[in-house]
């Protein structure tokens, strides 16, 4: 059960943020499932490898970054690479390539705060671990 535990993490993670990007744009593309699962698995290991003792309010800064990170990378990837145009940021504000922008980067810091609390939930209710907890400061 060990090995499958990312695999669902990742495919619910998945999920909702296609879900997510196709109530809020009308449409979302299958790198996005792909993407949107690694940025919510990742972002629930935070409570793996940092202690729950760590205000909630950081763990939510990090997990913007590790989006905002990933979502560089991808963007790169499969906009200007492949040429693709799942999404484009260059009339943003302070945008890098318009892959990401500042703009988006603070909305992945709340993003990623339901992202923190879905999984640990998802982790107490599906696999038995420990309770969730959190510090706001």
């Known amino acids: 059960m060990r090995m499958v535990r990312p695999l669902i993490l990742w495919m619910i993670g998945g999920l909702i943020y296609t879900l ?42 990090i997990g913007s970054f590790v989006v905002t990170g990933i979502e560089f990378v991808s963007g790169c990837i499969v906009n200007l690479w492949l040429g693709w145009n799942v999404w484009d940021y260059s009339h943003l504000p302070l945008n890098l390539l318009g892959q990401i922008c500042l703009p988006f980067s603070l909305l992945w810091v709340l993003v990623s705060g339901m992202a923190v609390i879905l999984d640990d939930y998802l982790r107490y209710w599906l696999f038995k671990e420990e309770k969730p907890h959190y510090r706001l400061f």
């Open 20 to 61: 997510l990007e196709i109530v809020t744009r009308g449409r979302s593309h299958w790198t996005m499932f792909i993407v949107g699962g690694l940025c919510f698995y990742l972002i629930g290991l935070i409570n793996e490898v940092i202690p729950w003792e760590m205000a909630f309010w950081k763990q939510c800064i």
